[in-house]
């Protein structure tokens, strides 16, 4: 099997000689496209030099055909060229060992004479069958008639060895390059192939069940991330199973308690431990304790169904007022119990929304009992609504100790109890908030929570307002 070590550092490697040889390529057109660019450019200055020279001896009267071979012999060993001139038909040359037959060059002579402009080529002569050369044909003018024909050849090996020079220094250079590349793509590869190695090894541990591994990396670069969000799942992973395991013992307390209770009841009336006159009181607070676990069997029940098979939402319009009032005289005797301050502040007008009522209602409910179980003696509970664009705005606040800011965004979680101490609330399966939010984000509503000292605890969510409300009396 491939490792992913192995199969990047093929990658690499194969990028890395593919783009050598297409870099390579590129320079070497590039720089054969420079010089003969170049070469052409010297060559066309060169006969331009001499044109001018020799146009000022006429010009003088100083011009003879000695002076002429004499200046073309200088040209050709200054330059590395061949020197040639055609005056009519004409052939001149600074070695007397061949001549041109002129109908040759007739092309040429033909192209001057209609564009009075240099031609600049590549071409073979029949004198020169074993050589190419890079040839300028240019017209040599004499107070602006042209008069001649000046013929520049340079041997392409001449220039192609120059080319060559430039292509070996540039190829010794990028074989270095591609040498220090190769070296670092290998160690970088590995190393980064060693991380994900321990990562993975990592998984295996968490996959057993040991939370306390964690992975200690100095990059900064995606791999380290990854390595700081490993970390971070671990972190999450080992709170959630602190919370379960926490769960399951609080659950099985629970669970324990009232059917410890139930049993005793029943045993003392079944063995009559328990007077008959006292069988109507025991057996009611055995029947609270089977109604107290039949609610946390239900809230267990309904929010796993909750969160697997999804709600089933059946949207009506309904006063959302009216709906927190009801509700809240579920909780009078308690409230009076504690002896807490109700206090209302309600928006003024419509406040009709879309949900399913049942299921607000629950939201409402749990979100009261939240706030009666935890306000303080003599405190304040405080009923607030508001309206913002198309959403009605529902606060529910308690006065009383606050929830620390470590767990407030923990309190969402399934079996997450805002109490420390169990003893102070043993009503509570830790699950009212959770089918609180799994209720509002079915209906895609939100719902936030505000805590401080002075505050105390608030819990704020948002409904939609009716449809029909919204077509026929809409918000400015």
């Known amino acids: 099997m491939k490792t992913l070590y192995s199969r990047l550092l093929l990658l690499s490697l194969s990028a890395l000689i593919i783009g050598f040889v297409i870099l390579t390529a590129g320079l070497n057109f590039a720089m054969t496209t420079y010089f003969v660019e170049d070469n052409h450019r010297q060559m066309e200055a060169l006969a331009e030099s001499f044109n001018v020279l020799i146009a000022e001896k006429i010009t003088r009267g100083e011009f003879s055909q000695e002076l002429l071979i004499s200046e073309m012999k200088s040209l050709e060993e200054y330059a590395d060229l061949k020197v040639w001139l055609l005056l ?20 040429d002579i033909k ?6 402009a240099p031609i600049f080529k590549t071409a073979r002569y029949a004198q020169f069958p074993d050589e190419q050369f890079y040839s300028l044909i240019y017209p040599f003018d004499i107070g602006g008639e042209t008069v001649s024909i000046i013929y520049l050849n340079r041997a392409t090996p001449t220039v192609e060895k120059s080319i060559s020079k430039i292509n070996k220094i540039t190829l010794a250079a990028l074989v270095i390059a591609l040498l220090y590349a190769g070296v670092t793509i290998f160690f970088s590869t590995k190393r980064a192939s060693d991380d994900i190695r321990h990562l993975n090894q ?19 670069d995606e791999i380290g991330e990854l390595c700081q969000n490993f970390n971070y799942m671990i972190g999450e992973l080992k709170a959630q199973e602190d919370t379960s395991r926490r769960f ?98 309600l928006a003024e007008g419509d406040t009709m929304v879309e949900g399913d009522e049942s299921l607000i209602e629950r939201v409402v409910y749990n979100l009261l009992d939240n706030a009666v179980k935890f306000v303080d003696e003599d405190g304040t509970l405080e009923i607030m609504t508001n309206s913002k664009e198309n959403k009605i705005l529902v606060g529910i606040r ?49 719902i936030d929570v505000y805590s401080n000292d002075y505050l105390g605890v608030m819990f704020v969510f948002s409904m939609t307002r009716s449809a029909f409300k919204r077509e026929n009396h809409p918000i400015v």
Request: net charge negative; hydrophobic share 35%.
């Open 111 to 116: 192209s001057i004479g209609e564009t009075k």
């Open 248 to 345: 399951i013992s609080d659950l099985s307390h629970d669970l324990r308690s009232p059917i410890t209770s139930i049993k005793g009841y029943i045993v003392g009336v079944l063995d009559g431990t328990i007077p008959p006159e006292k069988w109507e009181k025991y057996l009611n607070i055995a029947k609270q304790e089977t109604d107290r676990l039949t609610k946390l069997i239900n809230d267990i029940l309904d929010l796993s169904k909750m969160q697997s098979d999804g709600l089933v939402i059946n949207k009506t319009d309904f006063d959302i007022h009216g709906m927190v009032l009801n509700v809240l005289d579920r909780f009078e005797e308690r409230i009076a119990k504690k002896d807490v301050e109700v206090t209302f502040k």
């Open 398 to 446: 308690n006065s009383g100790m606050p929830i620390p800011n470590d767990k407030l965004s923990k309190i969402w979680q399934r079996f997450s109890k805002l109490d420390a101490s169990r003893g102070l609330n043993k009503q509570s399966s830790g699950l009212g908030l959770s089918i609180v939010k799994e209720i509002l984000d079915a209906h895609g509503e939100k």
């Open 202 to 220: 990592g998984v295996k541990f968490v996959a057993k069940g040991n939370f306390d591994y964690q992975f200690k990396t100095e990059r900064k």
């Open 88 to 107: 009519g038909d004409t052939f001149i040359n600074t070695d007397n060992s061949f001549s041109f037959d002129v109908s040759e060059l007739s092309d």
